[in-house]
């Protein structure tokens, strides 16, 4: 490579994970290609796109990437209180197990987030409607080849670089070249996830009454946990209510390609009947208001034993896929990407293998903890059997119990690793 000459990665996915690491490896001084077999932007923020929460480092690497903080704040609502609370589905009615008014996490929508990321990058480094095929590494473990299908035309391409990063997810095709084996865990529920949007019925009976039941929307993260059930609730920028129902099932027949269900009208009634015997009818009006609303199935996986080969590197859910009770998935895909590249620019193109070594040295011991913890956190929330405990009951929760419910615990919760400093 000729000193003027940049180094090459080609990411594939185009999701949060993907326009992160486009976004850290041209600050590294990398040039950057991205493949997403979605057709466009739009298709990628698909309208199932929900809530999340960004922790305070994952707020600070974004800002930095985009260059103007105001742009994060002002499409964010803040999240400072985690508010365990134990609802009686009989008598409908709530008291807190848990309180924390230091959280710090800002709420955003998916595909806001993935808006503001993707619109400050140059839009010819993405391809769009590319399937990824195969890759294959050179003898000296210098540069990679990626085949992909332009699913428009069936053409084949091929694309040479210097790094492949796989952001392709939870399933990713790319890990299961090393992986064979690898098999998704099920954790043994589902969830039913919505946003509604409230535009023009601020003051409706729904959004009056659900502001009465739950005082401190727009700035709290609420977990209603009822008999092997919770729930959570928390308010987005520009009149929108995300809410989550996590519901105890066996593992579906679903799609290889997917871990969301599609759901017919019948099931959503369904599921609308079943919230009347659970919620606060505040929080049932909320949900049968929604549209569209969705089902997840909760996967995650054992936490791996290495996250790179030669020049490829797993970056997001790919590398660790996670359950969602920890809010950790993006701001995970976010930390992955701004540690690698910081390790890239760092140990520069030709010293590849020390950076990614490092990557994987950072991240490995903190992703695969916060997996497993999060993976703990879920089966408490659901009542579900653990070695070292009782089912959880939010009726008969000791506070000492409660505190386990709580987002502060989760291991490096306030970590900021030193090549970040």
């Not at 040479?160 to 796989?166: C, D, I, Q, R, W």
């Amino acid at each position: 490579m000729s000193e003027k000459e940049k180094p090459k990665a080609v990411v594939v996915g185009g999701s949060i994970a993907g326009v992160a690491c486009a976004h850290s490896l041209i600050t590294a001084g990398w040039e950057v290609v991205v493949l997403e077999k979605s057709s466009s932007t739009t298709t990628t923020r698909s309208p199932t796109g929900a809530g999340l929460g960004l922790d305070p480092l994952a707020q600070r690497l974004v800002q930095s990437w985009l260059g103007r903080p105001d742009l994060l704040h002002n499409s964010t609502l803040p999240l400072t209180v985690d508010l365990n609370q134990a609802t009686v589905s009989e008598k409908k009615v709530s008291w807190t197990l848990a309180r924390d008014e230091n959280l710090k996490f800002r709420a955003a929508l998916w595909a806001d987030l993935h808006a503001l990321l993707y619109n400050l990058l140059p839009s010819n480094i993405f391809f769009w409607g590319h399937l990824f095929l195969s890759f294959c590494t050179s003898d000296d473990k210098k540069s990679v080849k990626i085949k992909a299908k332009v699913l428009q035309t069936d053409e084949i391409i091929e694309i040479a670089g210097n790094l492949l990063v796989a952001a392709d997810g939870c399933l990713s095709s790319i890990r299961q070249n090393f992986l064979p084996d690898f098999k998704l865990r099920y954790s043994g529920y589902c969830a039913w996830r919505g946003v509604l949007d409230f535009t023009g019925n601020e003051n409706s009976e729904t959004v009056t009454g659900i502001r009465r039941a739950y005082p401190e929307l727009g700035k709290c993260l609420y977990f209603d946990l009822g008999s092997c059930t919770h729930g959570v609730l928390y308010e987005l920028q520009n009149r929108r209510l995300n809410w989550i129902w996590y519901v105890n099932q066996a593992e579906p027949e679903l799609q290889r390609n997917s871990v969301t269900m599609q759901v017919s009208s019948e099931m959503v009634h369904k599921m609308h009947q079943e919230a009347e015997k659970v919620w606060v009818p505040e929080l049932v009006g909320v949900m049968k208001e929604t549209k569209d609303p969705f089902l997840n199935f909760i996967y995650d996986a054992d936490p791996l034993e290495q996250i790179f080969w030669d020049n490829v590197v797993l970056v997001g859910d790919a590398a660790h896929p996670t359950t969602p009770h920890g809010l950790r998935s993006t701001n995970m895909s976010i930390l992955d990407a701004a540690v690698l590249g910081k390790c890239l620019a760092k140990w520069g193109a030709e010293n590849l293998q020390s950076a990614l070594r490092e990557y994987q040295s950072i991240r490995l011991p903190v992703v695969s903890k916060q997996v497993l913890h999060a993976r703990r956190m879920g089966r408490i929330k659901q009542g579900l059997l653990l070695p070292d405990r009782k089912p959880f009951d939010p009726k008969s929760a000791t506070s000492e119990d409660c505190q386990d419910l709580q987002q502060q615990n989760m291991p490096f919760f306030n970590d900021v690793p030193m090549i970040l400093m």
